[in-house]
């Protein structure tokens, strides 16, 4: 039995050592390709690890130390693949991103959700393919959308209200009104004011399901700075992964409007950019 347990914890160590070295070899091609740093926040479950894969402190710390040892002259590259994770350990990452003076460049071959969608925001340039996903940036709180424990105190007596669920809405209401703000932060120069505004209370409001797909036409339609045009060796880069063993984004499912509205705004789609009235 023995044996046999060490036989498996040679054959993954061996394997990992291969899969690793591919992938090294990949990304440097890929900083030749592009001049560029190429740092990867990608979340995929490696067959020689057993814990789930989301945004952590552990990866906000690894991407910042990427970001720290980057010379400010050098662009940067940020592949993502995740379904979200700590909103804290996504916001670190974006605020360097941010800081970052060199053109930053989000890489999305398949989907950045929630957290993953937050660190995209900070990007200079977004390149995407048709098929690739973001999605709202809304606040969950013990499981349920932060907007979604607000409508319990719009639509009930508050004497029919627990202490703590008075208490959960309020921790709800401060987590928008944080996020919210920190996208006006992130767009800060490059929207215009008003439409960083309402881009930022459309993605964290609670309009849509927390996995709503949002995609490269609607993000294109926000007016951010979408292209399609994944390059070919980050596809080279996913073939080094065991493909169906995932996690995927979380759903957080609404059905109603935002809180104080009566029914949601229209979702940007096959950009057509903003509807004529969203507040």
Known sequence: MDETSDRQVAERERRRSEVMARRREILTAFERERGSKAITLIHRHEPWEDDQQYITVEDSEFVLMQIKHTPRDVPID???????GLALAAEMIAMALKDHPATVTAVIPFYAMSGGTLIALAADKILME????????????IGYPAAALLRVLAQKPIEAVSD??????EVARLAIQNVQGFVQWLLDGRLPREQATRLADYLT???LAHDTPITLDAVAGFGLPATEGVPALVYDLFSTCEFGVCKPPCLAHYDRAGVGRTEAPPVFARGRGWPDETR
């Not at 973001?134 to 969950?140: A, R, T």
């Open 78 to 84: 940020l592949i993502i693949h995740t379904p979200g």
């Open 130 to 141: 048709r098929f690739t996903t973001l999605g709202p940036v809304d606040p969950q709180i």
């Open 164 to 169: 703590e669920m008075i208490v959960r809405a």
């Open 205 to 207: 409001g609670g309009y």
